[in-house]
Every structure is written in structure tokens, then in C-alpha cells.
């Protein structure tokens, strides 16, 4: 399965950033992670096929928004009031298994990734 991702940029701390994420193939679980120089990649949202569980990680709850277009093999994160920390390189991520809430932030949960996009906020 081979993912692309789309919509990274820079906007200024309050601003709205939405990132796309097209998948070639059928995945059960996919998510969002995010990385900085020098940290560990961590999770930002995941979501399971038909959407019945979503995934949040506490620092963006109520400002970020995860979905997908199954029919398109396609998932979007739609980011809100955006802050300087969440400046970092957004990896689009997928799963053939399903993910739970022990495992959805966990990079061994992925068995595919996408390159990267930047989110650059100041």
C-alpha cells in the first residue's frame, strides 16, 4: 500500500491546516503521527474502517478532526487554531489490523507510511 500526503504548509498560530492522505489499497486502521528534530513520532489521530472508533491524542482533542472517504481510500486530518508546538513533520500512516487505544499511537501498530508533509506554525 502506498501513501501520499498532501496539505502541509505554513500558517501563522491560530490558522487552519487540512492534510489529505490518498491510499493505493485496503487498510483496516489508518492515523496521523507527528515528529520533531530529535523526539520520538507520536500520535496525533488514528481512525478504523467506517470511522465506528476514533483516536485522539490529548493535545489536539477539540481542535483537530480525523476522517476518511472510504470510497477513496483517502483520509484527511483537519487541523484548527493550530499552535507554534504543533510544528512538525506529519506522517500519514495505515494498518491491516485494527487499532485500539493501547496501540493506535504506537509506531509498531503501522504496517505502511507516507513520506511527510511539513505543518509549520508560528
Known amino acids: 500500500v502506498q501513501l501520499v500526503e498532501s496539505g502541509g504548509g505554513s500558517v501563522q498560530a491560530g490558522g487552519s491546516l487540512k492534510l489529505s492522505c490518498a491510499a493505493s489499497?485496503?487498510?483496516?486502521?489508518m492515523g496521523w503521527l507527528r515528529q520533531t528534530p530529535g523526539k520520538e513520532r507520536e500520535g496525533v489521530a488514528a481512525?478504523?474502517?467506517?470511522?465506528?472508533?476514533?483516536y485522539y491524542a490529548d493535545s489536539v482533542k477539540g481542535r483537530f478532526t480525523i476522517s476518511q472517504d472510504n470510497g477513496k481510500n483517502t483520509l484527511y486530518l483537519q487541523m484548527n487554531s493550530l499552535k507554534p508546538e504543533d510544528t512538525a513533520m506529519y506522517y500519514c500512516?495505515?494498518?491491516?489490523?485494527?487499532?485500539?487505544?493501547?496501540?493506535?499511537?504506537?509506531?509498531?501498530?503501522?504496517?505502511?507510511w507516507g513520506q511527510g508533509t511539513q505543518v509549520t506554525v508560528s
Open positions: 481512525i478504523n474502517r467506517g470511522g465506528i472508533r476514533t
Open positions: 489499497g485496503y487498510t483496516y486502521c
Open positions: 500512516a495505515a494498518s491491516y489490523d485494527d487499532c485500539f487505544s493501547w496501540s493506535w499511537s504506537r509506531r509498531y501498530q503501522y504496517n505502511f
